[in-house]
């Protein structure tokens, strides 16, 4: 298994640029996240999925959308990319609410930085 | 406020042991972890722990969970360099539907020769 894998590993934008961060994971998981990390700010939920077809908002949403159409992919989409924007994009995935532990598994990340 | 809180940095010298403290508000939580990230990486599952246990031991490391007081600590037992890092508690309450857990702000640990 590869795991949950993402790409690019680095990406600079222009201010109001848009892109998307791939995600995809070969590990039949049914939840998948999209998480920033910042300096100091830890890890902060910007959009989950519980299932193919099903999205919802995590705790910084804006400015993003997500779509899961497959179980396996779950890209992030940057709509008109600001300053704010740039940080590192974790994606993780896991198993379902019956697994024993729940554990994440965290692909390697995205580097944005936004001019 | 936040719902799971973190010192932001820990130096400890080779060899000591090095504890990490959290606490957490969600007085449902089930499972409770700590996670690993190395520089330039993603995070990893180093261990976790099960609300009905007060203490889980696996080698150098020692989970103390305090549930009355929802204080949850990692200590890491002759403490090397490659175990500098940053540690992340995290918590899954019981309850929300998502099962997405809440980490923390992350614990720098630096050790130093």
């Known amino acids: 298994n590869a795991g949950v894998t993402q790409t690019p590993k680095f990406q600079v934008l222009k201010t109001g640029q848009s892109m998307t961060l791939q995600c995809a994971q070969d590990m039949n998981h049914e939840y998948m996240s999209w998480y920033r990390q910042d300096p100091g700010m830890g890890l902060r939920l910007i959009h989950y999925?519980?299932?193919?077809?099903?999205?919802d908002q995590g705790e910084v949403p804006n400015g993003y959308n997500v779509s899961r159409s497959t179980t396996e992919d779950f890209p992030l989409r940057l709509l008109s990319a600001a300053p704010s924007q740039t940080s590192v994009y974790f994606c993780?995935?896991?198993?379902?609410?019956?697994?024993?532990?729940?554990?994440?598994?965290f692909g390697p990340g995205t580097r944005l930085t936004v001019l | 406020g936040e719902d799971v809180e973190q010192s932001l940095f820990l130096s400890v010298r080779e060899g000591d042991s090095s504890v990490i403290n959290c606490t957490y508000t969600d007085s449902s939580s089930t499972y409770l972890y700590w996670y690993k990230q190395e520089p330039g990486a993603g995070l990893q599952l180093l261990t976790y722990i099960f609300s009905n246990m007060d203490m889980k031991q696996d080698q150098r490391l020692t989970v103390l969970l305090n549930k009355k007081d929802k204080h949850l600590s990692l200590r890491i037992a002759d403490t090397q360099t490659g175990d500098s890092a940053i540690y992340f508690c995290a918590e899954r309450p019981d309850g929300r539907g998502s099962y997405i857990p809440t980490f923390g702000r992350g614990t720098s640990l630096i050790v130093h020769p």
């Open positions: 993780a995935s896991s198993y379902s609410k019956t697994d024993l532990n729940n554990e994440q598994f």
């Open positions: 999925s519980v299932g193919a077809g099903i999205t």
